[in-house]
């Protein structure tokens, strides 16, 4: 069978406040066969420790997602004409039982794989980055990351807890789901319990790039380092929208000063163009707290750039 190249709806030939409420305003499958990438929500908030609302995220990422067009005009990226993407809706997760949602996104995200098509999601809290890298470990072994966040998310536990928001990244080098030495973390920042706080990742082999060394500064050369420290092994990019600033994206449950521009965020994202992609996530978005939208814009924006990084993506002439 021919494989199908859906195009967004244009704004042409549908006003851009109506149409299909799916990411960009692609069509809508029940599943990922035959797709080359899926947008995928995870509607969860259940590990959040702090302010909650990040359930609502994938809804409104989406919905700001309307005024997207599909030629990036600074990449010349056309992700569109070479790759088959659509909206497969959201997890069905079990909002009163955490351990259970993680089980249930485990297997949602084991499906998908198994029908060769890579996930970009729309989260949720970071707890979901647990299960996704359980999935793509069993596909891709160990691999690496690009985490921006303002926090490492290496706690041991959170109230006794071993799987919360502030947990996964401990859990993944515990379970062995990454190559600690193809793992990043950029943007970490603000007040922590110990002074050792930020110290644990690099004991394990991570590069800790704090947000006070991109201060000032483009982080195109930051990326050029990335890429040679990532090879053409698989990685995994896992964007929390607190990494950035609370000047541009205020509307998440941690917020923390002095992060990232949005323009860095753009940046490292396609700084990941070149990178073996198997999958991204965008997650931490808490529309309660965006009164404006502009988070939940930022946010669809840079999933937009997820996807334009991607192996196999087109660029125009």
């Given amino acids: 069978m021919a494989k199908t190249y859906h195009q967004p709806l244009g704004g042409n030939e549908m006003p851009r406040f109506a149409g299909p409420a799916t990411m960009m305003r692609?069509?809508?499958?029940?599943?990922?066969a035959e797709l080359d990438v899926c947008f995928v929500g995870v509607p969860l908030d259940v590990g959040t420790s702090n302010r909650g609302g990040a359930r609502f995220g994938p809804r409104q990422i989406r919905a700001e997602?309307?005024?997207?067009?599909?030629y990036n005009m600074a990449t010349r990226a056309a992700p569109f004409d070479s790759l088959s993407v659509a909206d497969?809706?959201?997890?069905?997760?079990?909002?009163f039982d955490l351990k259970k949602s993680v089980a249930l996104i485990e297997e949602a995200y084991d499906t998908i794989l198994e029908q060769d098509c890579l996930p970009l999601t729309l989260g949720g809290d970071h707890t979901i980055v647990l299960p996704i890298l359980r999935a793509i470990s069993k596909k891709h072994g160990?691999?690496?990351?690009?985490?921006?966040?303002?926090?490492a998310d290496v706690n041991d536990t959170m109230f006794g807890e071993k799987i919360a928001h502030g947990t996964p990244f401990r859990r993944v080098v515990e379970e062995g789901l990454v190559d600690p030495k193809r793992v990043v973390q950029i943007g970490l920042r603000a007040t922590g319990y110990e002074a050792e706080d930020f110290d644990w990742p690099r004991q394990q082999g991570f590069r800790v790039v704090q947000a006070?060394?991109?201060?000032?500064?483009?982080?195109?050369?930051l990326m050029e380092?990335?890429?040679a420290q990532m090879g053409d092994h698989p990685v995994y990019v896992s964007f929390d929208i607190d990494g950035l600033d609370p000047a541009f994206a205020p509307g998440t449950g941690t917020p923390e000063i002095g992060g990232l521009t949005n323009i860095q965020g753009i940046e490292i994202l396609r700084g990941c163009r070149g990178l073996n992609l198997v999958g991204g996530d965008m997650v931490e978005v808490s529309p309660p707290y965006d009164r404006s939208g502009n988070t939940a814009l930022?946010?669809?924006?840079?999933?937009y750039e997820m996807l334009c990084s991607l192996p196999g993506v087109a660029l125009r002439n």
């Fill in 142 to 151: 160990p691999v690496g990351v690009v985490h921006v966040d303002a926090h």
């Fill in 225 to 227: 380092e990335v890429r």
């Fill in 212 to 221: 006070e060394e991109c201060w000032y500064k483009s982080l195109v050369p």
């Fill in 88 to 95: 497969i809706g959201d997890v069905a997760i079990n909002t």
């Fill in 298 to 303: 930022l946010a669809a924006n840079l999933l």
């Fill in 65 to 70: 997602s309307a005024m997207i067009r599909p």
């Fill in 26 to 32: 692609l069509p809508s499958n029940v599943e990922a």
